[in-house]
């Protein structure tokens, strides 16, 4: 019995790391050619899914491609239950060749629902949402040339009512350059219904779900990291409250439009409070209305005297070798993949930017910092990684001042940092993955 323990054992440890790589069902690239009617061009659809932020929000890239058009777009996916991402209603348009259709792009709206063929092939198929009157406007493509007109109104007429069933044909995430500024909405090339983060005192705090008409036939939901607190709730002019309680540290809460209803938009109003922060999640406000989702990140500051401190790392031979304007001001382990920085100006709020490249990568660039915390989540790579904050500019006070906490779960770190222009502050963070990993 022990014997046969332990060969169950060591296979469990050499296989666990393929089970976890393909734990992810939705990263990777999904395909399909749509045929609209004979002698019509088909339409080729292929959707490439990035790696999540906590397993919830998925950045994302779609390409259309129909006769001589020819479109690639960048836009968030967000996980609203076990098996449904919402889409977001902004497209934000890479490449259109030879006319645009971006403002059409909102038509492709509600969630993609995962499930598997009968070949067991994943396949993503999109759910648009109901509403018993689409007052959505469809522009007037007679500035178009003929057979541009013809072109326009198939993939109009596509992304409005057509079946789209995407299969998966690989498991390789996107990794496109603009990748990371999807996430963070100071950087981001559109809103994708991703707002600022916000810095809360308090892990208890309560939602009030509300709408303005006393008989509504709107529906919503509500998630919080990825669980669902609210599931299908039917608008009424009763206020419905709950009570929450955060994580410490980074959470993700999701405002969902299940249905517009009767018609555009839907009226949900969610109220958070926690203390005297309060803030709203509206879908009546112009830049949600049409919108699938509302997401707001809330971080919580940990509780400071169950705080655990990172470890420093220290390894022989691995030595950085340092330029004249560099300087390396942190060493230390961190046991997960996805960390938080949070960067400000401690002092007076004169301007300042700096940009962060992380293993030769650029994480953001022309940063602004501000006085209030802002928040980047940054995914490490197993092993040694090497972070360089460089400083952009000197503000209107030299030199250029700001404040880094690193935060992993309950453990955190501050680095003060000062800079003249080009100079890098230098932090080797060590992503200690656990053993066989």
């Not at 070798?321 to 996805?338: A, F, H, P, V, W």
Request: proline share 5%; glycine share 6%; with cysteine.
């Amino acid at each position: 019995m022990v014997r046969n323990t332990l060969i169950l054992f060591f296979c469990l440890l050499f296989v666990s790391p393929k089970l976890l790589a393909q734990a992810d069902a939705y990263s990777g690239t999904w395909q399909m050619e749509y045929l609209a009617g004979q002698g019509m061009a088909p339409i080729n659809i292929e959707l490439q899914i990035s790696y999540s932020e906590k397993n919830i929000l998925y950045p994302a890239h779609l390409k259309l491609q129909c006769d001589s058009f020819i479109a690639g777009y960048d836009l968030l996916l967000v996980k609203k239950n076990s098996r449904e991402l919402g889409i977001s209603k902004n497209k934000f348009p890479r490449l259109e060749n030879p006319f645009s259709i971006v403002a059409e792009t909102i038509f492709l709206n509600g969630s993609l629902d995962y499930s598997k063929d009968f070949k067991g092939v994943p396949t993503l198929t999109v759910l648009r949402i109901q509403a018993k009157q689409n007052n959505l406007a469809i522009r007037d493509t007679m500035n178009l040339s003929g057979s541009r007109r013809t072109i326009a109104m198939q993939l109009i007429n596509f992304l409005q009512s057509g079946d789209i069933s995407l299969k998966k044909i690989n498991n390789k995430p996107w990794d496109g350059i603009k990748r990371d500024s999807i996430l963070i909405p100071q950087f981001s090339p559109a809103y994708f219904g991703l707002l600022d983060t916000v810095f809360l005192p308090t892990r208890d705090g309560i939602i009030n779900l509300t709408s303005d008409k006393k008989k509504e036939k709107d529906i919503i939901s509500v998630t919080l990291n990825g669980q669902v607190m609210l599931d299908k709730i039917r608008l009424n002019k009763k206020t419905h409250t709950e009570e929450i309680l955060l994580d410490t540290g980074l959470n993700i809460l999701t405002f969902f439009a299940d249905n517009f209803g009767n018609s555009l938009p839907n009226t949900g109003k969610l109220k958070l409070e926690f203390g005297p922060k309060r803030l709203a999640l509206d879908f009546t406000n112009k830049a949600d209305s049409a919108a699938t989702y509302i997401v707001v990140k809330l971080f919580c500051d940990p509780d400071k005297s169950k705080e655990i401190y990172f470890q420093n790392y220290t390894s022989t031979g691995e030595e950085i070798k340092l330029n004249k304007n560099e300087k390396l001001i942190g060493n230390i382990i961190s046991t997960s993949k996805d960390i938080i920085f949070a960067l400000w100006d401690d002092n007076v709020e004169d301007g300042d930017s700096i940009s962060i490249n992380i293993n030769g990568h650029w994480l953001v660039r022309g940063f602004p910092v501000k006085n209030n915390p802002q928040f980047i989540t940054v995914t490490l790579k197993p092993g040694p990684n090497l972070i360089s904050f460089i400083a952009d500019n000197l503000g209107s006070i030299p030199p250029n001042t700001s404040v880094l906490e690193i935060i992993d779960g309950k453990k955190r770190k501050s680095f003060p940092m000062e800079s003249n222009i080009g100079e890098k502050n230098i932090i080797k963070i060590f992503y200690d993955s656990g053993p066989g990993l």
